[in-house]
Nanobody, 121 residues
Framework: QVQLVESGGGLVQPGGSLRLSCAAS????????MGWYRQAPGKQRELVAD???????NYADYVKGRFTISGDNAKNTVYLQMNSLKPEDTAVYYC????????WGTGQDYWGQGTQVTVTS
């Protein structure tokens, strides 16, 4: 079994910073990509940023220049450094890791449990 555990959410004032972490554990061969999504109340889940196993990154326009995604393939862990946070960044943040459990298998999506980020004065 594979499990993803997130940490790092919380309450922060506008302009502040938070760092999210998501670690995968279990029977894992490798990962293809890792990413972060968020879902605000009444809205659909949306991509925030993702990173391939080769290190190529992709960001949503609304976080470019403020958020940085990084990954540790050896630990199957993904991070999201969030700076200059705005009230509109308030949401539940979910990590997503595409994992292979065997060398011959295809990548499958796994999701974290979600962590609340609230930006308010």
């Amino acid at each position: 079994q594979v499990q993803l555990v997130e940490s790092g959410g919380g309450l922060v004032q506008p302009g502040g910073s938070l760092r999210l972490s998501c670690a995968a554990s279990g029977s894992i061969f490798s990962n293809d990509a890792m990413g972060w999504y968020r879902q605000a109340p009444g809205k659909q889940r949306e991509l925030v940023a993702d990173i391939t196993s080769a290190g190529f990154t992709n960001y949503a326009d609304y976080v470019k220049g403020r958020f940085t995604i990084s990954g540790d393939n050896a630990k199957n862990t993904v991070y999201l450094q969030m700076n200059s946070l705005k009230p509109e960044d308030t949401a539940v943040y979910y990590c997503n890791i595409v994992l292979r459990t065997t060398s011959w298998g295809t990548g499958q999506d796994y999701w974290g449990q979600g962590t609340q980020v609230t930006v308010t004065s």
